[in-house]
Structures are given as structure tokens and as C-alpha cells.
């Protein structure tokens, strides 16, 4: 301070006597900076952790399943060129049994190898991984967690149709398993009805009859190899075990969604600190722009004494760069602090035991820069006005501005009608457009942003609603253990009370076209099916055809179809051959990614003739479960019930994610009116002083302002919708993914609670204007030459 | 020797949609150490010459110079450093920096000067030196004129010009400020020059012109200047 040059003990006191205002821009510049350096923080230190875990864990290239082979088999095939490390084990599909004679439980139930340089390890997270009895087993963390089981636990299971009970040791983590779902149809994980265990090799031959082979093998993949080579090459040598499918990582479910959940990450980190800048820019510009009008006489002097107009310039453009700098420096450190945090978080979310947690002080360094340049731009733009003040200029009271004639008085009728002050209010909206026009743009955006905010709570539940009720329309979604004779529909009434139903055929196949290919479910539905009801992107209902494929919109995009497009299937069943068919339509779906077809055609196309896999059906039976339960080919019974809650829990993740936003929307708007509404009573005091004057109260003048101000909210509001709305369908595309597709149209109740949200702000807001003409110096205003 | 030379200066400006011609081939000169009083009723155009003579304003026509150096062909980069080193203003509303100190506006003026006088010298000169930690706010009118003559002095320039600066003081204090400026001129060797519109301020001057709506009407040297104290209005 002692040594500070005068020009910046000036700057020092200029920011602290608009701190308000100062605060309200290093609040948006912060909430921004922070996110930029924490988003990217996190997705970097998630992917890295991830890597860490793969490399520690040997996460496979390669995940082959087979009907069985033989173990020795394993050695040879490490001896192709390419592959570094296999592992053969045993994979089996089991249940646990509970207390709950109504509930089902499913396990996935795999060998582990003692071997130190098998794929796929686990890393212990209570307890002990030594299987030293043939019973004892290592349980999945997350699904140990939310079922309460704990080492020394007894548990017990059963395994094509016997039953066993096994001691716990340990609960695990396994790369594998991160993102724990039981097939591609679940899509989302379900910790406390799916589960996996890992037992010996000896246990898992003798449950599932494989003594001396496995039926799943794990290939780590040289360096410099090429991927689709080797898998040729693998595939060809295991089809005589009865190849089953290969995944491979980039198609590894819990990989690909926890990569499709970084990527979402990168993207909100890229895109939303940018908004809260551009925001935090145009504020300091309209600031600084009312700074140097209102400062003329001090430039003017300023210029006197000596000072060139650069310097003068740089004064004003000190200000932007103090906030940049601070808002920058403040931001990137809270986005440190907060990176740290939300990896853990998310690390934790996601049951990835290797922490990785690194500070990127290029990130850092980039936030502050970005603030920074951002603030400096937004500074000379706002302050440019200086270099064309002359000092002599700035000595002179400015010419009056030439009077007009506003819009609306050409509509004489209505203008004339109008009292007195209602003139007054119109011609002041009118009179300084470029402050209006901000007062509008911030209360539109603000409204802009409520409306998307409020549409996300709207539409997740619209989402639900539409899908589980609208789309899908069965109560139960029965899955086989493996494809049965359609006559089963009729076996499964006398097992139940039904109310009605049909088969299905439900398989996952890699859909291709051109170059792009996705793994994806396939129905197959009765051409007049009861249970669902498809509709194409205008709401028109479709049938199923009697040939060919219907698409959901979000497949149809992810592989560029278009309706008549012919598309590649690649059946997982050993032993098929690809078959190509037609796209014959297009069709909406809120969850999940599919294809439909004719249950004849798929059958005839790639199964066989009268097979299932499972069924739809509407019961009242109280019983279901318990009936079902006993049914030995019965892999899962889902009640549309118990998916929706599956997506509830899921969404409430997204949910308290789309709270943070809710909030930074929420400061963002109040920033923007806020800074506005001061701005544009600074600019007016004089006005205000002179009417004082005249003999207007306070009140009447804060009358008058209000009036101005809720004209401004209104049209606010009416501009806010267009931009909300468009903001909202961007934001649904973006947020889309292969889980859930958002179609966000706002819905009526996201519009009214915008109206409210928005009032509320300005109403804030306004209260700043009451203080202001409240503490109004009339007299003080108008002895100053400067106004 | 002189210090200030005009040259046929005219001067039109644009106010709004109306043309006003402030200066009409305006000339004259002033000695080095000269304390020149320009007179005239407003809007007769002295302000609008002071700022010409002072570096703010350029003419439409029209020299000046300083010396032998013509000011009027400089941009605006030499304007800045002729304003910096050769001039010192005094305005009529003082126009002093509200959020710095008494000392403070003061040290904003040397910090860029070439060649300063000592801060204290001049805050002990224009009797602030209890006040210079005030800000303007908490300094009464005459104060912060003394202030302004202060920041203006402090640069150590050749040229003191004074826009009306006892136009919004009273009586008592508009004398102690012409004192003050009386002071700097013999004192500090200084040349002064004074606009006012008060004819009496023009009896304590060395040299008197008469400015009427645009034009110089009379410009005189006046035999016997009257002390400050002798100043009545």
C-alpha cells in the first residue's frame, strides 16, 4: 500500500466501494472457474485412477465366452503372437437365497485363480482374499453393501438347481465390475438384486459341471498388437469350444458406460464455465461502460494532470483484471479443493479402489489465464469509451441527446390514452435501449435458465411416466435361462393367474452400418402387441412390420440410419452367421437404446422357429414371485414397478448433480438482474435528484422504477421462453446418452415455477432499488457536475 | 521572454445540432513569470482557450506555441507529455480525486512528473499539512481548491492555468486562493494565468485581456497591480 502507485490506491477504492457489485462478478467467475478446474480435474484424475486400476487389477482385452474348454488349452493360446497374458475361468448364473421367498436374487458367479499373473484380479476391501476351503467365497463390495453382508457371513446360493452355502471371507473390488449391471438388457446397476461372487476353481467345476475346463477366457493383449486381427484370430481358434461372444473393452459394459460418463463430464466442464464467463464478461462491460460515463470529469482530469488516455484506459481495465485475476486465482483453488473432493465422491460411487489424485496446475494455470483474457477483453471493451473522451470535452457539460419520438406513439389512440407517468415509464424504457435491452437479456436469461432447470425434474418424471406406462405397458418382463418353445406362454398360466400376455424374444446384437456399430437389444414382438405401444418421432402410432427392423431414435442416430437403410446384425448365438435386414422405421424411446422386430421374423432371421426367451405379462396374482421363483428356467422376473425404481435411484444421482447446476443458475441470474438493476440506478441519480425536485416523493419515484422494471420482467419473461426452450432441447441432446434419451419440452408447471423463480430474483433485486432511492443525496447529486 | 504564444486560434464547436463559434482569431502572447488575467462574461470563450492553451483542446485553426515550439502540431501523445510537464491546472470545481487523500492527489500528480517538488514543501506551502490525510469529502471547498493548486504546483511545471478558481468559493476563501496563486507566481516563479468572469480579480493582475464572445477586445498591461489583500467584491 505504502508503495502503490496513486492511479492504483484509486483502483483499490474504486473496487471496494462497488464491492457488492465486485463480489456478485468474482461469484460468477468463481462458481465458473471452479467448475472448469474441477470438472477437468476430476475427469483426468477418474481416468487415470480407472487406468491405475486396470493396470494394477490386469483388466482383459478380451472377455471370450464358450460352451467350455479344456484348461490346458489356455498355454496354447498365450503362444499366439499378440497376446501377453491369458487366464482361463469359470463362469456361472446363480441365485442367492433369502429370507424373502418373493425375491430374486442374482449372482454371477465366478473362478478365481490363485495365480499372481492372472487377468482380472480383485483387490480386497474387508476381510481376506484367501479361498482356503473349497466353500469359501469372495463377494462383490457394492453388492455386499447394499445386501449388509459381511466376512464370516454364511450365504446361500443355488446353481442349476442345487443348492450351497458358502462361508465370506472378504469382500472385493473388481475392475470388471465397477459399473455393475447383470446383462446389456439391465443398462443400469441394481447393486442389491444383482450381485457377483468369486469362488475356487475347483468349487466353480464342480457347480457347474465343468471338471478340468472353463467356459470363459481372459486375454491380455501385447503392445502394438492389432486389436481386430487378434480377435479374428482368437475367435477362430475358440470356435470349436463352442464360442459363445467376445467383448472386448471398448464393448465391456461397466467400461463403456463409465467412459460414456466421462466424456459426459468433459463436456459439461468445457461447456458450462464458459457460459458463467461470457456472463461475468458482459456484466464488466456494461459496468465498466457506466463507469466511464459516470467518471468523464475524473478522466478528464486525469488527462489534465498528464496521464495518457492508454493509462487511463488501463486504469479502468484494472478493475476486469482484478476480478479476473482474483476470480481466476480464488476459482482455481476452490476448483483444486473441490476436485479432490468430488473424485473421491465419484471414485467412491463408482467402487474404484485405486485413488489417483493428482493437482494439474496447467489447469489451474489455464483457469486463471482464461479468466483473465476474458476479464481483459470484456475491460477494453467495456472502457474503450476513454481513449475517445478529450479532456477539454470532459470540462464541458455533455449536449443534450436529440429527443424522439418513441414506437408506440405512433399509435396515437393507445399513447394517448396513457397517464402522464405511464408516458414517463415508456419513454424511459425507450429512451436508453442498450440499458433496457441488459435488464431485458438478464431477466430473459435468467428466466431462460430457470425454465431448463425446472424442465430437467419435469421431464426426468414425464420420462419415467411416458416409458413405463406409455411405451411399455406390461407389469412383468419374465426372462428365460435359455430360449424354451413358444408354447411356454400357455405352461406359464397354469403357473399363474394371468391377465394377459405374450412371448418375447429379447438378445443383444452388434447393429452395424457403414463404419459405425453398436451392441444393442433386439425384441421380438407380436406384430399386434399389447404391451407396447411404438410411436415414430411425431407421435404417429407404428406397427411392427411384418419384415425388417424398427430402431429407437438414439441408435438410429448413433449409427446415422435413416428409415429404408439396410443394417448389419451380429448375433452373439455361436455358430450364426451376420444378417443384414431393412430399417423400416424410426421410433421415440425415452430409455434405454433397442431394436423391434417381427417375434416370427427375428425367430426364422436369427434364432429358430417358435422360440422364446421370455414373456410380458399383466397378473394380479399376489403370489407371482413366489410361484415363479421355484420355476427353474426362470432367470429374472422384473415388475415394470421395480425397473422404474431401478431408474429413480439412478436419476436421483443425476438429479443432485443437476442441483449444482440449479444453483450456479440461480446465482448466475441473480448476479445478472442484480448487477442491472444497480447499474442502472447509478446511472439515473441525477434524473432521480431532479425529480425529487419537482416535489416527487420517494415512493412515487420507486413507483415509477418498478413499473419500468416489471414492464422490462415481463418482456423478459416472453423472451426468456424461446431462449429456455432452445437452451433445453440443446441440453437434452447433450445430457442424452445410451441410457436415457431427453426430449426436454418444457413442460406447463416448469414454466410457472420459472415465473416464480424469476420474480422472485428481480423482486430481490428491486430491493435494491428501494434502498437506493430511499438513501437518495437529491440534493448532494445534483450539486455534482458528474451524474 | 516568452513563454505563450496564440496565433489566430478559432475554434468551432458542434453542440447537439447547434454550431457555436467560441474563438475568432485569437491572439496575443504572455511573458515567462507573467500573472495574466483573461476577463470576460460566460460563454465569451476563455475557458475554451485556456484548454487550448493548455493542451486539452486542439483549434480548428490556428498556433500556439510554447516558446519557439508549436504545441498545436503535436498528437496526442506530446499533448499528454506537454500537459505532464509544462502545465499545472486549477479548476473551478477542483476536480479533486474523491477517494485519495489530500496527499495522496497530490503524489498522483509527481509520480509522473519529470521533476517534482517535494510533497511536504508544497503541502506546508498551501497550509494542508494537518489535512493531507483527509479525503475531499471531509475538506471544505477552500481546502480542497488548495489541494488542486497543490497537485498542480507539485508537478513543478512553467505554466499555472486557472479555470474561474474562486468561482464556487466564498469571499474570504476565494482571497486566500488568489493569495496562494499570487505566491506560487512571485514565490515560485511561475507563470499564472487566470480566467474569471469577476472584473476585481483582474486588478491584481500584471497583464489584463478582455474576452468577448469569442474575441479578444482589449488586452492591457496593467501599471499597478493591486495587492491580494486590497481585493474587495
Redesign the interface.
Known sequence: MVNM???N??LL??IL?SKSQFIAILVIIITGISVFTAMNMVAINMQSSLDLYYAQNSFPHFFIESTGFPENETKKIKSIPGVENVTGRITLEGRMLTEDPNERVNLRIKSTSSNEDSLCTNTLMEGTMNLKDIKDVLVIDQFAKARGIKPKDKITIQVGGLQYTLNVVGTVANPENVYMMENAQSLLPDSKSFGALYVTETFAQWAGNLPGSYNELLVKMAPDTDADILKDKLEDRMEVYGLKQTIDRENHLSNSVLIAEFTNLDTMADSLPLLFLIVAGLILMMMLGRMVKRDR??I??L???????KSVLLHYVGYALTAGVLGGLTGSLAGMALAGWMTRFYLEFFHIPVFNIEVYFYYIFLGITLSTLICIVSGIIGARGVLRI????A?RSD??K?GKRILIQDFTKFWTKLAFSNKMVAKNIFRNKKRSGFVLAGVALTFGMMLFTNSMSGVIDQLMNKHFTEFQKMEYNITFQKPVDSSTVYDMTYLVDVDAIEGKIEYPFTISHGNKEKTALILGLKRDTQFYELQDSDGNPVSIPNKGILLSKNLASALGIEKGDSVRLKSFIPGREDVYTQVRGIIKQSLGMSGYMNIDYMGDLLLEQNLITGVFLDSQDDKLNEKLIKAPNISSVMSSEASRAVYDEYMTMMILSIGFMVVFSGILGFAIVYNATIVNLNSREMEFSSMRVLGFTRNEIFRMILKENNILLIGGILLGIPIGTIFAGYSGAALSTDIYNFEMTPTFWAFILSTIYTIIFVTIAQFATYRKVQSLDFLGALKS?ES | MKILTAEKIQKTFQ???VQVNALIDTSFSVEEGEFVVILGPSGSGK??LL??L?G??TPTSGKVFLRDVEITSYD??EL??Y???N?G?V?Q?Y?I?A??TAR??V???T???RDPLPIDDMLHAVDLWDRQDHFPSQMSGGEQQRVSIA?AVA?NPEILLC?EPTGALDYETGISILALLKKVNLEMKKTVILITHNADIALMADRVLKMRSGEIIEDFTNPNPLSVEEIKW
Do not use: C, H, W
Open positions: 502507485k496513486k492511479i490506491t484509486m477504492r474504486m466501494q470529469m475524473k478528464g482530469v488527462k489534465a494532470i498528464g496521464y495518457s488516455s478529450a479532456p477539454a470535452d470540462m449536449a443534450p436529440a457536475r | 453542440m447537439g445540432e475557458s475554451t484548454n487550448i493548455g486539452m483542446d496526442e501523445k499528454t507529455l500537459r505532464r510537464n502545465i491546472f479548476f470545481f476536480n480525486m477517494n485519495l495522496e492527489n503524489e498522483l500528480a509520480e509522473i512528473s497537485r508537478k479555470d
